[in-house]
């Protein structure tokens, strides 16, 4: 979440991911720094003990949704 | 930068109004806290010659800097007494510092104390218990620094469970986690001094632990077994040091430092002793699915250490004259994700 944040601060675009359990954790991050509507992805928890083909499946299933946030930015939609 | 905590305390009311006032304000950690007053906080203050807006420290990864108003604040509402504050201010010191990496312990599942350990001659000073209990209550001075740093860290940088703690299970000693080492009990060179500092500098180490494993065994006279004992609870498979090998804290208690100080046991040869015997093979790592794959040939007789080197053993005596007891407490993470942090206590002259 922070390197996403300090990533798109330093004009670099970003996609952050984090999992669904901690999208209040990631929402605080963001208000810490400044940006409190800042956009991220979420997926099911957790990935620790995910297979290499549940991970592929879990990637092909966010692509979309990371183009898109990739075009759309932290700007106005 | 974001600052939390920023409104006043409440208007003086009947004691008992005003400790419910701070429940609803959300401001405990679920105690009955001390009301803060501005002349309470002013003493707190000057006890370290600070004014209320100079700058403590910045915690990076939270974007968010500490001042001293913060501090004494929670000091008081954690009941410390004025002179308890340069222990509590180089504490806050060193959760700032890069090393310690404050985000990722204060934040992780993992649930960590943080466990302040006080060395040099403000320990007896301020009567910082290192004898009996001395992971437990009875004492003001441990007791209430370790819940100032607590205080600070839910009240000033919002580590509060389920939004910027997601500890899983925490652990009772986030209520309050600080002792001294019973330096006059070692037969070694204090943790203070083995880390570069003066005797006669006080210092507070900071370390991000686990919950306290306490080993025991009351038949060993000679070392090897009670290390032996020690190192197989270090290296429990279900530690998070087996697969983080990160630091580790030891601490023994006076029966069994007597066994190894009657040996004629230096502290090196312990960690070393520790270290080499704190292990797991990689056959069982991978049958307990702590690491993943299948197993492999020669499996059996190679090891995971549950530290990468002797030297983050961290040993110190602490602990009452009678029991066989002593403890080991794993660090939170991995070495690359906090290290052990040792803040001189620095006295308004």
């Known amino acids: 979440m922070l390197d996403g944040i300090l990533l798109e601060k330093a004009g670099i675009p970003a996609v952050s991911i984090i999992t669904e359990p901690f999208s209040v954790t990631g929402r605080e991050m963001a208000s810490s720094w400044g940006v409190p509507e800042y956009r991220f992805l979420q997926m099911p928890h957790p990935i620790a003990n995910l297979a290499d083909a549940e991970l592929d499946a879990r990637a092909d299933g966010l692509l979309d949704r990371v183009v898109w946030l990739l075009k759309v930015g932290q700007g106005p939609e | ?349």
């Open chain 2, 1 to 349: 930068m974001s600052t939390q905590q920023n409104a006043r305390p409440p208007a003086p009311q009947e004691p008992a109004d005003v400790i419910e006032a701070i429940y609803e304000r959300g401001w405990t950690d679920g105690l009955p806290v001390v009301p803060p007053h501005a002349a309470g906080v002013q003493a707190m203050l000057d006890a370290v010659r600070l004014k209320a807006a100079d700058e403590v420290g910045t915690i990076e990864a939270r974007h968010t800097r500490i001042t001293a108003d913060k501090v004494a604040i929670n000091a008081m509402m954690a009941g410390c007494r004025p002179e308890y504050m340069p222990v509590v201010l180089a504490a806050v010191k060193g959760l700032c510092q890069p090393a310690f990496n404050y985000h990722g312990p204060a934040t992780s599942t993992g649930g960590s104390n943080i466990v302040l350990i006080v060395n040099g001659p403000i320990a007896p000073e301020l009567n910082i218990n290192a004898r009996d209990n001395a992971f437990g209550p009875g004492w003001r001075a441990n007791a209430t620094i370790g819940r100032a740093i607590r205080l600070l860290m839910m009240n000033a940088l919002n580590t509060r469970p389920g939004v910027l703690d997601r500890s899983a299970l925490g652990t009772p000693g986030k209520y309050t986690f600080c002792f001294a080492e019973h330096e006059a009990g070692s037969p070694w060179e204090p943790l203070h001094v083995e880390r570069g500092f003066r005797p006669e500098q006080s210092t507070v180490t900071l370390f991000a632990a686990e919950a306290v494993i306490q080993v025991q065994n009351d038949l060993s006279k000679t070392p090897e077994p009670l290390l032996i004992c020690m190192a197989d609870a270090m290296a429990n498979l279900g530690s998070r040091n087996i697969t983080g090998q990160s630091e580790y804290v030891v601490v023994f208690a006076g029966m069994h430092t007597q066994v190894l100080r009657a040996a004629g046991w230096s502290k090196r040869q312990v960690k070393r002793f520790l270290y080499d015997h704190a292990r797991r093979s990689l056959g069982e790592l991978k049958r307990a699915e702590r690491i993943a794959g299948p197993i492999e040939p020669g499996d059996e007789q190679r090891f995971q250490h549950v530290t990468r080197t002797p030297e983050d053993i961290i040993v110190l005596c602490a602990g009452g004259a009678v029991g066989q007891k002593s403890a080991c407490l794993p660090a939170w993470g991995s070495p690359e994700g906090s290290r052990t942090v040792t803040m001189p206590i620095e006295l308004p002259s």
